[in-house]
């Protein structure tokens, strides 16, 4: 069966540090992979999703990156993190076939920055 | 642009009945979803509706009028379990999800 995992589930960094948070998807190849965050009182929003290794599209402009250095992995990153970048972001991959499958969320990461 | 409308919070007694609605208006459908996200964790697959009716999976269901642009969740005998934020999401046809800002549904004893 396929899972999806991401970490770290909660971080704490001050303005201006980096940030990395990774996911990885098991039993299932070249999926359709997303990162999205979640604010309080606010759907979910789209900042990345991938296609394929190395293919990246960018759904809002901001001081956030992504990257698929494998099949199956997928890195949110940042180099100087803004306080507006709290918030919980959640990693997902899309099942099903076609365009209309579900998404299967990993378990969120939770961003704090002081 | 593109809406989707759901209510902030609702209220039911546990062993009741409640009605979650959800109206859109997109580009184009692909599709609505349903999804059930317990405190601190992530969204859950509910149910998925792509053509006019209802569809019926346990003590769940889900209905869809797309001519109306609206659908409704239906949770019967409630649980304490079932507290939850509920999100309403619709595929557009670019095949992007456009979120709802979620349904807090608090169930009391």
């Known amino acids: 069966s396929q899972t999806i995992h991401q970490w770290p589930a909660t971080l704490v960094q001050p303005v201006g540090s980096p940030l990395s948070l990774e996911c990885t998807v098991e039993?299932?190849?070249?999926?359709?992979l997303y990162w999205y965050r979640q604010a309080a009182g606010r759907g979910l929003q789209l900042l990345f999703y991938?296609?394929?290794?190395?293919?990246i599209s960018s759904e809002v402009p901001q001081n956030l990156s992504a990257s698929r250095p494998q099949d199956r992995q997928f890195i949110l990153s940042s180099k100087k993190l803004l306080l507006s970048d709290s918030g919980f972001y959640l990693c997902?991959?899309?099942?099903?076939?076609?365009?209309?499958?579900?998404?299967?969320f990993g378990e969120g990461s939770r961003l704090t920055v002081l | 642009g593109q809406n989707i409308d759901q209510p902030t919070e609702m209220t039911a007694t546990e062993g009741a009945i409640v009605q979650i609605n959800c109206t859109y208006q997109?580009?184009?459908?692909?599709?609505l979803f349903w999804y059930q996200q317990h405190a601190g964790e992530a969204p859950t697959f509910l149910s998925y509706?792509?053509l006019d009716g209802l569809e019926e999976k346990g003590r769940f269901s889900s209905f869809l009028s797309r001519s109306k642009g609206y659908s409704y969740l239906l949770l019967k005998e409630l649980q304490m379990k079932d507290s939850a934020s509920y999100l309403c999401?619709?595929?557009?046809?670019?095949?992007?999800?456009?979120w709802g800002a979620g349904t807090k549904l608090i169930i009391k004893p």
């Open positions: 997902a991959w899309k099942g099903g076939s076609g365009e209309t499958g579900e998404l299967f």
């Open positions: 039993g299932t190849s070249n999926p359709n």
């Open positions: 991938s296609v394929g290794i190395g293919q």
């Open positions: 997109t580009s184009g459908f692909n599709g």
């Open positions: 509706n792509v």
């Open positions: 999401a619709v595929m557009d046809s670019n095949y992007q999800l456009i």
